[in-house]
């Protein structure tokens, strides 16, 4: 059984812990569709694109794995999430202003949507999720249980967006999205 606040969330954090778990694996498996391609535009595409998904996947598995941890204290998940988010406010904005200095897309606003502001918006939930366990209100929970699957799912939804840019140019040099 974990912290007080999280009692009956034990599968929900288990089932999202795993499902993020499993996608950093895949992450894996995504980076090896850009074998043959320019390093440098390699570098420049993990740093904006890749490596923020397998940050947020990872703040997902730690949050959730901290969830149903049978000794975590309320107020260091609560901070760690205030931090947690914070830290992901700012690698949003990092990614909004890398993409739009550094590579030319077809739509530009779309990738600064899905690897930029869409996941710092739910940073910013995260860190309210956060206060609210610190206050001890009973919404914490729900909070940080909704902001990790929206997590999740902006997650998603930029890792397809990764794997279908890359699979059909798989092995050809193009633009560094990855």
Excluded at 59 to 78: C, D, K, Q, R, Y
Excluded at 95 to 124: E, L, Q
Excluded at 147 to 161: K, Q, S, T
Aim: aromatic residues 10%.
């Amino acid at each position: 059984m974990g912290c007080a606040m999280f009692d009956g969330w034990e599968e929900y954090f288990l089932m999202i812990g795993s499902s993020a778990a499993a996608l950093i694996g895949l992450m894996f498996v995504v980076m090896t569709l850009t074998a043959g391609r320019d390093p440098a535009e390699l570098e420049r595409g993990k740093k904006f694109y890749t490596s923020p998904i397998v940050w947020h996947f990872a703040v997902i598995l730690l949050l959730s794995g901290l969830a149903i941890a049978p000794t975590i204290p309320v107020a260091m998940f609560g901070w760690l999430c205030v931090g947690l988010g914070a830290l992901g406010i700012a690698m949003g904005i990092r990614s909004v202003i890398g993409i739009s200095r550094t590579f030319s897309s077809s739509d530009p606003g779309f990738d600064a949507m899905w690897y930029g502001i869409a996941p710092a918006i739910v940073c910013a939930g995260l860190i309210v999720a956060g206060f609210g366990v610190l206050g001890g209100h009973r919404w914490g929970a729900t909070a940080i249980g909704t902001d990790l699957m929206a997590l999740l799912l902006v997650g998603i939804h930029a890792a397809w967006d990764l794997v279908t840019y890359l699979a059909p140019t798989a092995g050809q040099a193009s633009d560094p999205k990855n």
